[in-house]
């Protein structure tokens, strides 16, 4: 295991977690629109792959201006929630059962990354990096809203999927 | 990939998860406890890893409601959030440095909980499930209060890690 001094080097190690996850999910995002059935589903999911896109750019902007190299370090924690992810895209049923199956586990690693964004927002203040967690708040705005917009689309595809065997 | 047909499918199988994500939490808590530096964070922990107890006795109660039988799905996402925390608490250095990248990763693996219970307690609810919704709804008030606690005890150490280099 690798030193870690200051909040300073704490905040730069996660960052790279943070940059693997966001490069991960580029690649995870269009698989699962694609299993998405919900076509509102699959548009949302594509949306926020473009937004994972604007993540990456913001933190090699960040990388930029603590003046270290974009390095990503491997983040188990968002190759798990992929992993999860990618069983319930993979699951035989009824496509609203499907489709619920998927916003659950993108909803999974929503949070996942509410929480480390907030974290890092969090100690980019306390280390003065102004603009730095101005950068972090703003995609950690952004990944609040893509969970919301998935709880939205959930409230009629649950519906849908709680009446699927009745049809 | 086995077949989905109904979103009561769907509960058991994510119950499934879950059960296997709280069984493996009550084993990696105190290992993270263990790493802990502060008293206060230490004992938060230990308080949530009682709760975590509550929280498989509680699913074992619903599996019963149910009529099924209490079966762990391997949780691939829990297993690579414990395997983050578990790298953040072996990093070597600044006892506050060390104890804010345990809160961060022990908040990251509430969040995955709050968003699983959160979705699991929502169909419980449109399944009609009264009882197995409310059972779930305390877990989830539960998994909220200490990510609430956590953020509680992460203010005065962050502030502490912030300044650790200046000592």
């Known amino acids: 295991m690798a030193d870690l001094t200051t909040l300073d080097d704490l905040f730069v190690r996660k960052l790279r977690y943070v940059y693997d996850a966001e490069q991960r999910l580029t690649k995870a995002l269009p698989k699962l629109a694609e299993s998405a059935r919900s076509s509102v589903l699959k548009q949302a999911i594509e949306t926020h792959q473009m ?54 586990a993108a909803q999974e690693a929503e949070h996942y990354e509410i929480a480390a964004y907030g974290t890092l927002r969090t100690w980019a203040r306390l280390l003065g990096h102004g603009e730095g967690a101005q950068l972090l708040e703003r995609t950690l705005e952004e990944e609040k809203k893509a969970d919301q917009k998935l709880t939205e689309i959930a409230g009629a595809l649950n519906l849908q999927a709680a009446t699927s065997h009745a049809r």
Chains 1, 2 share one sequence.
């Open 51 to 104: 937004e994972t896109q604007t993540h990456v750019a913001r933190l090699e902007q960040l990388f930029g201006i603590l003046g270290t190299k974009s390095n990503a370090d491997t983040d188990d924690a968002i190759k798990g929630l992929i992993s999860a992810a990618g069983d319930m895209a993979g699951l035989h049923g009824d496509d609203a059962v499907r489709d619920a199956a998927i916003i659950s």
